[in-house]
């Protein structure tokens, strides 16, 4: 079975720039997740979606942070504009109905 | 409101010996209880949650309602053990179903 995918592994930007990154969760997995995990710290629920429907966005920055998931497979989560404070390893995990529930590699966000 | 604590920022034991991770909760409802590890340059993967009573890796967690504690134990460390051990709770209600709360994460490792 293959994992839940993230696209790019790493990436740096200056402060004010923006920047997306990718996530395929496990093929069947409703409920997708992304999770923002600062250095020293566990990681942190941004959003979570349900097919293509958001459940919780409550943790989300929404001046600056969007995420959707169109066709309820794949997710796109942007910032824009970036700040230092959001460098960040930015984890993606999807789940069937709360099963199951599995993480991808994540995307390592530094912003200079 | 939902908290995870793991008093422990870094735990050092020698081979052998015994190890044991504390997390304590804070939960109205009725929580699960997880531990995720993650071994240097992997990903986030599921150790054990309270529900299955099961022993990993030689590791077990047991769940104090009582203490609101779910400390994870190996009787024998081994140097393979040495990693980030996080603590996790998912809600079982409203917009806390299927999100998972993370405490900072305990760092263990494992001397020869």
């Known amino acids: 079975e293959a994992g839940v995918a993230q696209s790019p592994r790493y990436k740096i930007i200056e402060k004010r720039q923006s920047v997306a990154f990718w996530c395929n969760p496990i093929?069947?997995?409703?409920?997708l997740y992304w999770y923002q995990q600062i250095l020293g710290q566990g990681p942190k629920l941004l959003i979570q979606f349900q097919n293509n429907g958001v459940v919780d966005d409550s943790q989300l920055p929404k001046d600056r942070f969007s995420a959707e998931r169109l066709k309820g497979v794949d997710s796109t989560l942007k910032i824009q504009p970036a700040k230092l404070e959001d460098s960040a390893v930015y984890l993606c995990a999807s789940s069937y109905g709360g099963l199951g529930y599995t993480f991808g590699s994540g995307t390592r966000l530094t912003v200079v | 409101a939902q908290r995870v604590t793991q008093p422990e920022k870094l735990l050092s034991v020698f081979k052998g010996a015994p190890v044991e991770l504390k997390c304590n909760y804070s939960y109205s409802g009725s929580p699960e209880l997880f531990w995720y590890v993650q071994y240097s340059r992997q990903r986030l993967q599921l150790l054990l949650r309270h529900i299955s009573r099961e022993s990993i890796k030689g590791f077990t967690a047991d769940l104090n309602k009582g203490e609101t504690s779910f400390h994870l134990k190996k009787p024998f460390a081994q140097e393979e053990d040495s990693a980030m051990y996080y603590c996790?709770?998912?809600?079982?209600?409203?917009?806390?179903?299927?999100?998972?709360?993370f405490g900072r994460g305990t760092q263990l490792t494992v001397w020869p």
């Open positions: 093929s069947g997995h409703a409920t």
């Open positions: 996790a709770l998912k809600g079982d209600r409203g917009s806390t179903l299927g999100r998972l709360y």
